[in-house]
């Protein structure tokens, strides 16, 4: 047999220390330490965007001053007032009507003035031929002075949330008309 086993010597095995990094290790080391803060830089802003709706807070509506009260008569008359609006870093006014009227209790409330039909703008008593009716130009749907659907159009009028505070009208959000249900 040979000597050529017994004169091998015994070679540490393992990583080398940390005073031994090799290129390679650095490179590796340096690589993915670049990689991940460039995935990192990629993915937090989806995650930002995905998680962002949650931390809004949601306010209880916002009302917005239109008329005062003492103008408002058993008769319904457009009003048209702005509402702020703001879309991602874009601020911008949106210019919005409403028909308000007072019931016969005394009670204001305004109707929405968007076709349920097609979605065009109706008018107060602008048709002869129906008097004391809203009227949509564009296809001739008609609605009672509560906003009931009388033709063409499927629902009634929707109308907004009001509240009085002083003497001025306030108007919210648009809900599903609640007052032709009185009417009928």
């Given at each position: 047999m040979s000597s050529h086993n017994n004169e091998?010597?015994?070679i540490p095995q393992g990583p080398p220390s940390w005073k031994e990094m090799s290129?390679?290790?650095f490179l590796t080391y340096t690589l993915g330490g670049?990689?991940?803060f460039m995935g990192a830089g990629a993915i937090l802003p989806m995650?930002?965007?995905a998680v962002d709706p949650v931390l809004h807070k949601k306010g209880a509506g916002e009302f917005i001053k239109v008329a005062e009260a003492a103008k408002i008569t058993d008769v319904p008359q457009e009003f048209t007032f702005e509402l702020p609006q703001q879309d991602g870093w874009y601020a911008s006014t949106a210019t919005l009507t409403a028909w308000i009227?007072?019931?016969?209790?005394?009670?204001i409330y305004a109707l929405s003035p968007i076709c349920k039909h097609l979605g065009c703008t109706v008018g107060w008593n602008n048709d002869k031929a129906y008097p004391d009716e809203y009227h949509c130009p564009c296809h001739g749907a008609r609605y009672t002075k509560l906003g009931k659907n009388l033709a063409?159009?499927?629902k009634p009028l929707d109308q907004y949330k009001t509240k009085i505070d002083g003497?001025?009208?306030y108007?919210?959000?648009i809900v599903p008309n609640t007052e032709v249900k009185k009417e009928a």
């Open positions: 091998h010597e015994s290129r390679r290790q670049a990689t991940a995650i930002r965007f009227r007072k019931d016969e209790n005394g009670e063409v159009a499927p003497d001025w009208v108007l919210g959000e």
